[in-house]
């Protein structure tokens, strides 16, 4: 495996291979062609540097011809309906999976890698001891997930593709750096660690005995259990493979496997036969599309029944530190403190990022006047809801040891929303110049809200029923002065402006805990009024989805009693319900006149509740459904249009 960093795209000159560009893709097959022809380009791989004609990449995975296959015309190129072979082979092309079983007598041949038993340091430096197994031709190390956690190592995101045999491509997205040893400790050495799931399959295939392999009684191996088949859990490229190599050899015989000398012990690898006499049976079932598998795997857990949730170590402390640290201000709000993780201390620096997306914004907000004007208005309204304060930098960053972050923003179009059609989004993963973002630094805390479904089923037990949702429910709940630093944004209505700085004063969508604190608020407004309404604060805790109420009863008297006691609850602490719907006029209509400007006068009849669109007068859910017919029906394209 080699880990390759991204190259400039030699269509839009972004950051990724070539294939992957967007711009390209979204180009007809004849204009495809014709960009590839123009950047000098191989229309097989579609790299520089060489013909068509002496490319080593594979064919096009819909006709196997020797072109990419973006560059593959469906027109041209469709099996004939009429030649059931031909179509046969063009769907193997894509997938294929067979399954065969067979009776065998005959010896089995085997490679045998060089494995190694090792040690490695935990976080607190106690010594843990693993399998590792050594691979030349690797640029990197690896590490299993599993191994990572049970050290408790610190990991850093990254984003780099590994590519593999036949140009096979996957992601790894975290890294850590680790100290490993020799089991007799004369050898330690620190390196940097990918971290995987699953690094290969148990190694050797097939376990076996050593009795006759006459190994040398003198020698230390590295693994003693190298005959055993058993998991993975390191491997270490050619960096620490050719640092450990020491003088010493020994081939056992003619064509049999070596043993080599390493820092680690000794070490066997190459060929080794061994009979079989008795009679096996050996199924195999062999999947060639690994990502159309995973893909449907995926699609059946979603229907799986999940047992109870078991809280995680991090997510224990994001509810600890929430319990101790939340407080009411003098108008009841909620007042909570960012829940940070101790990599805090390693932000660095992101105004000038912030500062060039904001200019980047700004260009686009002179191109749409419509854009601008409702950009303008929600910023309006944030600082004149005293969300956002204006800061005077030189004063407020006198002290060098607290950490502050800029938000980059940018606006979103959602025409579904019945009340703010644009909505600006803080982003928090903007990484700083050390690589982290301040998401980086956040913990998330745990779901503690109901799953979607269960809820739905809640609601079709009653007979009368009703919604409504918070308004502005994360922008109610405050953040402790002392951390606002870490929510700056830049901005100014007009080019002309001078720009300012501004903090955001309440939890920000876009930040990694912000679900889990206004929720947790909303929950806590709940339990703090258990007493006093005791099924109210229920429905609070358990019909709730997000910002999103949706609950019933069985009579409009006990209806009207609950939404009056629900909002009372709520109302204390800055959670204002509003668009009211209900499957029963006489609810809206015995509404108090107070509440009356926070329904939803629409002609519009079907609000969309929790993802789906409901209808209040037929009591009935609607589901709408856009298909894609412009590409050609595949599996991934059926199986893309089911998970939506």
């Known amino acids: 495996a080699g880990v390759t960093q991204y190259h400039a795209c030699a269509f839009c000159k972004e950051r990724h291979f070539n294939h992957f560009c967007e711009k390209f893709k979204n180009l007809s097959v004849q204009d495809r062609y014709a960009e590839v022809k123009k950047q000098n380009l191989c229309s097989n791989c579609l790299r520089s540097n060489h013909l068509k004609q002496q490319c080593k990449a594979g064919t096009c995975r819909f006709c196997s011809k020797k072109h990419h296959s973006l560059l593959h015309d469906n027109n041209k190129s469709q099996t004939s309906s009429d030649n059931p072979q031909n179509a046969n082979e063009q769907d193997s092309a894509v997938t294929v999976v067979s399954s065969h079983c067979s009776k065998q007598k005959a010896g089995i041949t085997q490679v045998l890698l060089s494995t190694a038993n090792i040690g490695i340091y935990d976080q607190s430096g106690a010594h843990v001891q693993c399998r590792a197994m050594l691979d030349s031709g690797s640029q990197a190390n690896f590490i299993t997930t599993a191994l990572a956690k049970k050290l408790n190592l610190k990991t850093r995101h990254v984003d780099i593709p590994v590519i593999g045999i036949n140009n096979t491509n996957s992601n790894i997205s975290n890294k850590t750096e680790a100290r490993i040893c020799s089991r007799d ?3 330690i050495t620190k390196d940097t660690f990918f971290i995987v799931n699953k690094i290969t399959q148990n190694m050797p295939q097939i376990s076996f005995e050593i009795s006759n392999m006459n190994i040398p009684s003198d020698i230390i191996l590295a693994d003693e259990h190298f005959n055993e088949s058993g998991p993975i859990d390191i491997l270490l490229g050619a960096g620490v493979f050719f640092d450990i190599l020491c003088v010493g050899q020994i081939k056992m015989s003619k064509s049999g496997p070596i043993l080599q000398k390493t820092r680690l012990g000794w070490v066997i690898t190459g060929n080794i036969s061994l009979p079989v006499y008795t009679e096996k049976i050996k199924c195999n079932l062999m999947i060639s599309n690994e990502v159309l598998h995973n893909q449907v795997e995926d699609f059946f857990r979603i229907e799986e029944i999940s047992a109870n949730k078991q809280y995680s170590q991090e997510e224990i402390e994001c509810e600890t530190h929430l319990t101790k640290t939340h407080r009411r201000d003098i108008q009841g709000r909620f007042e909570v403190s960012l829940p940070m993780k101790e990599n805090i201390k390693q932000l660095g620096q992101s105004k000038q990022t912030a500062l060039n997306r904001f200019l980047s914004l700004e260009r686009k907000l002179l191109l749409n006047r419509d854009l601008k004007q409702k950009y303008q208005n929600f910023m309006h309204e944030y600082e004149t809801l005293g969300h956002m304060k204006c800061v005077n930098e030189s004063a407020d960053d006198i002290d060098k040891t607290r ?3 800029y938000l980059p923003h940018h606006g979103v179009i959602k025409e579904s929303s019945t009340t703010t059609k644009l909505r600006v989004v803080f982003d928090a993963s903007a990484r700083t110049d050390t690589g982290l973002s301040l998401n980086d630094c956040l913990k998330v805390g745990p779901t503690i809200q109901r799953d979607l479904f269960s809820i739905i089923i809640s609601f079709r037990k009653h007979n009368l029923v009703f ?7 994360y922008r109610q709940v405050n953040v402790a002065d002392a951390e606002t630093d870490l929510q ?3 901005w100014r209505a007009e080019p002309h402006d001078q720009l300012k700085c501004y903090k955001l004063k309440t939890v920000t969508y876009g930040t990694a805990p912000a679900a889990f604190l206004a929720i947790r608020c909303l929950q806590q ?22 910002d999103d109420l949706i609950s019933g009863t069985d009579s409009i008297e006990s209806a009207l009693k609950l939404k009056t006691q629900i909002t009372s609850i709520l109302n204390k602490v800055g959670f204002p319900l509003r668009k009211w719907r209900s499957n029963s006029k006489a609810f809206i209509k015995n509404s108090d006149s107070a509440d009356i400007p926070l329904f939803d006068i629409s002609d519009n009849k079907n609000v969309k509740t929790l993802g789906l669109s409901w209808d209040s007068d037929k009591d009935s859910f609607n589901y709408n459904v856009n298909l894609d017919t412009s590409n050609a029906v595949t599996k991934r394209h059926i199986l893309s249009t089911i998970a939506k």
């Open 488 to 490: 700056r944004i830049i």
């Open 185 to 187: 400790n004369k050898y």
């Open 403 to 405: 950490p502050i972050y």
């Open 467 to 473: 919604t409504a949702d918070i308004e502005k429910m």
């Open 525 to 546: 407004a709940a339990i703090d009024n258990e007493t006093q309404y005791p099924q109210a604060s229920s429905v609070i805790k358990h019909d709730f989805y997000v």
